[in-house]
């Protein structure tokens, strides 16, 4: 250690340096501390799982089965149910780091982290520290950032305006009439919990939208397309998934949920867009205790909101269900690894490994199945180096 400029610490570490404390961050360390290869988890926040622990609405549970959402090495409790609520699976997480002893570093805000290509280390900049190494691992994810929509007027608005990352439960909003932007499994859920709480939600769908029971016939709708990608190919199995939620939910397009041409695995596959999984928001939507507004907001008045049809509504209160995004173009510099949206320019399964000791987890599209797959990738990877340059050292060593 020694000092550095603006009084920040010069940290050199030997195993790899690693960019976020959520599920992703998490997983990578663990399969490497299984190695024997120490890492360095640095995290913005004061926790684990942030995203999951400070801005998640209160009734969130695991939309796949718990089976899909596990980490690598180590399961989820023989008791827990099916479908994990939010507080479940933060302790699910906890329990991994302190199975695998991971310390993160907390409140640890990455500036800049950048390749030093004469001395071959990567360089992370936060606010105390300049962290040296020859490997780093982003994990911050698809989700790093909330997507806040300009929309003409909001600044005018006089009721509550909220992101989904600061919602959390429809207590606030009882006896309201209250706008929800966005129709994804976000936008279903809040308008399920403000229905709840005797609110009457008006959800916008801006684009057209897959809804998907949870489970049919008894069975998991994800367990039943895997299940079948293993004999068929990916757009049978899409017509298939499609006819069944036909028989089970009716035809979507009636109540305004107009489908995407595109079947609904394809289309994750190819946009990233996850279809909704019906928790119960649809029967509210056929009762009408949700109401769908197909068109788009055009603006937003001092008490309501004006339509792209001319319609106007007033409206109490306001929920962005906008979604998320990577920030990693914010930070990492000197690479052109990413897209400028912060996805790697190399679809899964490739995506994981960059050049000059770079590895990216989280951002596969294909939630933690896909952090499970790529964090057992990078610890194989990484440990294999680390492995060659710790027999070189005590060669060195005993040459001397």
Request: charged share 25%; net charge positive.
């Amino acid at each position: 250690m020694g000092s550095c400029e603006k009084d920040q610490m010069l940290v050199k570490f030997d195993g790899p340096i690693i960019v976020g404390a959520g599920p992703s961050g998490i997983a990578v360390a663990a399969c490497l501390k299984e190695d024997g290869v120490p890492s360095l988890v640095l995290e913005r926040s004061d926790c684990i799982a942030s995203l999951w622990q400070h801005k998640t609405y209160d009734r969130l549970k695991l939309h796949l089965p718990k089976q899909f959402c596990e980490l690598p090495l180590f399961g989820y409790p023989k008791n827990f149910p099916k479908y994990p609520t939010k507080k479940q699976f933060v302790s699910y997480m906890e329990a991994y780091a302190k199975h695998f002893e991971i310390k993160p570093k907390f409140n640890q805000t990455v500036a800049s982290a950048e390749f030093d290509a004469q001395v071959g280390v990567w360089r992370v900049n936060t606010k105390d520290c300049v962290y040296e190494s020859r490997w780093l691992v982003v994990a911050t994810g698809e989700n790093a950032e909330a997507v806040v929509p300009e929309i003409q007027g909001i600044e005018r608005f006089e009721g509550v305006v909220r992101h989904t990352s600061e919602y959390k439960s429809g207590c606030e909003f009882r006896q309201q009439r209250v706008l929800v932007v966005g129709c994804g499994n976000s936008g279903m859920e809040v308008s399920l919990d403000l229905c709840r709480y005797n609110a009457s939600p008006f959800m916008v769908v801006r684009n057209s939208v897959h809804v998907l029971p949870r489970e049919m016939f008894g069975f998991p709708t994800f367990g039943i397309a895997m299940g079948l990608l293993k004999w068929l190919p990916l757009r049978v199995v899409d017509k298939l998934i499609l006819f069944m939620a036909s028989l089970t939910l009716g035809n979507t397009d009636k109540l305004g949920l107009r489908r995407p041409k595109t079947g609904p695995l394809e289309l994750k596959n190819a946009t990233g867009k996850t279809p909704v999984l019906d928790t119960g928001a649809l029967s509210l939507i056929k009762s009408g205790n949700i109401k769908v507004v197909e068109q788009g907001v055009r603006e937003i008045t001092r008490n309501g909101a004006k339509f792209m049809d001319g319609q106007e509504i007033a409206f109490d209160s306001i929920v962005l269900a906008t979604g998320y995004r990577s920030n990693v173009p914010f930070w990492l510099k000197g690479s052109d690894f990413f897209t400028e949206e912060g996805m790697p320019k190399t679809p899964f399964p490739n995506g994981w490994k960059g050049e000059n000791g770079l590895y990216t987890v989280g951002f596969t599209r294909r939630g933690l199945l896909g952090t499970t797959c790529d964090s057992l990738k990078i610890a194989k990877d990484i440990t294999g180096k680390w492995q060659s340059t710790t027999c070189n050292r005590k060669q060195e060593f005993k040459s001397k």
